[in-house]
Each structure stands twice: as C-alpha cells, then as structure tokens.
C-alpha cells in the first residue's frame, strides 16, 4: 500500500514577533529557524516517517533554496518526484509566530502551480487500487480536477485538504473519498461550523470528513455517524505543522490497518499533532520515526 501525495515543497522562513503585524506597520522579530516545509511535503514526511510507503510529487526552481529541498528530503525515508522548473524561484513560506503559539502564513506558489496533470498522470501509473492520492490547495485548478479525475479511475482513495481555499473547489466534492479541514476552512467553505459543516459536505459528496478544532480536537463525519475527539494537551510552543501532522498520521493509522479514517486513528493523530505543537519549527518539529511507531503501536 502506498501514498501519492502531490503537491508543494517549500523552504519556512520561521520568524517570532511579538504580535501579529498590522497593516502598514513596520516590526521587530527574531528569525526562529529556516526549513522543508509546504503543505504537501509535511504531510508526505509525515506519512513517510509513520510507515507507508510515500512518494511526494512536487515541483521547485533551480536555485539555492531547491538544493536546499532537496537535500532536506535526501534525509527522510521517502520516494521523490521532483518536476524542476527552470525559469521560477523555488516556493518560499514565511511565517510569524507570535507567542501565544498562533501563527500567520505567506506563501508563494509559482512553482506548485505550474505543475501540469501530464507531469503528474506519469508517475501515478504505477499506482494500485486502495493507494492514496493526497492532494492540497496549491496546484491549479485544472491540474487538481484532472488528477483527482486519474486517481478515481485508477481505484485509489482520494484525500484532499482545501488549504489555502480557492473559489473552484466546491466542483470537487463528489471526487473525495477522505477531506480534512480546519474550523476557519469548514466555516469559510460551508457557512457553517464543526459537525454541521462537515454533514454539509459529506451531503455534498465527501465519503468521511475530518474538521480539526485545534486545541478543541476533531470530528470525523462519515457514514457511521460522528466522532470526536479531544486534543491531547501540551505545553503549546509553535503550531506550525499541527494540521499536516495530524492529516498524515490518520490517514497513516488508517490505512496501515487497512482501514478508513475511525476514532483510532484520530486519537493516534492527536497525539502525534500534541508533540509538533511543543516543538519550534517544521520538518524539525515533526515527530520522529520512533515516535511514530511507539503511538501506532497504542
Ligand atoms: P496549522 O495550520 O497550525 O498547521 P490547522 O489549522 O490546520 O493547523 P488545527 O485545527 O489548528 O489545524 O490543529 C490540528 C490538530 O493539532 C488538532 O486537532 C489538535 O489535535 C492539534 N492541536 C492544535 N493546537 C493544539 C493545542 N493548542 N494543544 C494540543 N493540540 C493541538
């Protein structure tokens, strides 16, 4: 069983300030660390480190950040197809946090957004049915559409994480098997919060849906009904990362048992998502293989 996960790869510029930047304002920060991040490479390092077996599709420039990248990902235990666009500079995220753990995100998305469905379609065709494909907010349009299109012909199960949101997802839905929000996401997608929304999407033709709550836990909708589940407390110091660690290791749990999303694997999720929050950073904050493997082993 494997996971496609096709999206970014970013480096995080981690920057703490003392408060969130109004607009016009000119602050002070202290920059905290620099880092793999991108939506789909946490969730990819992730799912690699609990287990499965993970090849990211992404794309990046040729410049120093992409060795940078790519030397960051030489040092995981997973499968990289890497699309290099000669002519753009490499994603970059730059990110504030404050101390009270919230966080405020930049990113630029040249690069995850010239990837095309072709360069994609090419390194799914070896896919099997039951693998995941899983798919965020940052490609195009056309090139999201086209492969969640592939990825159900080819009888895998379709995981999509709306972040950041664009105005042509809600064509989507009858295309996800799994879908993971945040509560701001769930609110600005549906008009409606937690449960609620995540029926409204599940009416809309999502088979199980996930809404997190940060230090509120999450609720997983799906055709048995609904479950929650507490987040596991911990002494909050950076939650950058916290959705991805948590999306990966469900599905992770999941599918390691063969399964779908249940209260299990939300619950291993909180754990491993309670561990990223205490940490500053991202792949750095992420929790280790050994760690993994002692909360699955729960
Ligand atoms: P981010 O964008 O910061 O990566 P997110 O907005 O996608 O995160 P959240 O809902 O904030 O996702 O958090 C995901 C999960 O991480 C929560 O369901 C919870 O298990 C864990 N988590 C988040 N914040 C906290 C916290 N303060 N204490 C403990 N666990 C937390």
């Not at 907010?137 to 999509?160: C, E, P, W, Y």
């Amino acid at each position: 069983m494997r996971a496609f996960v096709i999206g970014n790869v970013a480096i995080d510029e981690i920057m703490s300030v003392p408060a969130m930047p109004e607009a016009g304002a000119s602050i002070f920060g202290r920059q905290q660390s620099t880092d793999l991040g991108g939506k789909g490479a946490n969730q990819a390092i992730v799912l690699s480190r609990a287990g499965l077996n993970t090849t990211l599709i992404a794309a990046v420039g040729s410049d120093l950040r992409a060795a940078m990248i790519r030397q960051s990902l030489s040092l995981e235990p997973i499968n990289t197809c890497l699309i290099e666009c000669a002519d753009k500079a490499s994603d970059v995220s730059m990110i504030f946090t404050t101390p009270d753990g919230e966080n405020a995100i930049v990113t630029t998305t040249d690069c995850a957004a010239s990837i095309r469905p072709e360069h994609v379609l090419i390194s799914l065709q070896t896919a099997k049915p039951g693998d995941l494909a899983v798919l965020q907010g940052n490609l195009s349009d056309d090139a999201t559409a086209a492969i969640l299109h592939q990825a159900k012909r080819l009888g895998m199960i379709t995981v999509f994480n709306p972040s950041p949101l664009r105005p042509g997802f809600a064509s989507l839905w009858p295309l996800i098997d799994i879908a993971f929000l945040n509560q701001g996401e769930a609110e600005k997608l549906t008009g409606q919060s937690g449960e609620t929304a995540a029926r409204s999407l599940r009416d809309a033709g999502v088979g199980s849906v996930i809404v997190t709550l940060g230090g509120h836990g999450a609720l997983l909708v799906d055709h048995n009904g609904i479950a929650t589940i507490p987040a596991v407390s911990s002494a909050v110091v950076d939650t950058t990362g916290a959705g991805d660690t948590f999306m990966a290791v469900v599905l992770a749990s999941s599918r390691l048992r063969h399964g779908m999303p249940d209260g299990l694997a939300l619950h291993h999720a909180a754990k491993a998502a309670s561990l990223t929050v205490s940490r500053r950073g991202t792949r750095s904050a992420f929790p280790s293989q050994a760690e993994l493997a002692a909360i699955l082993a729960k």
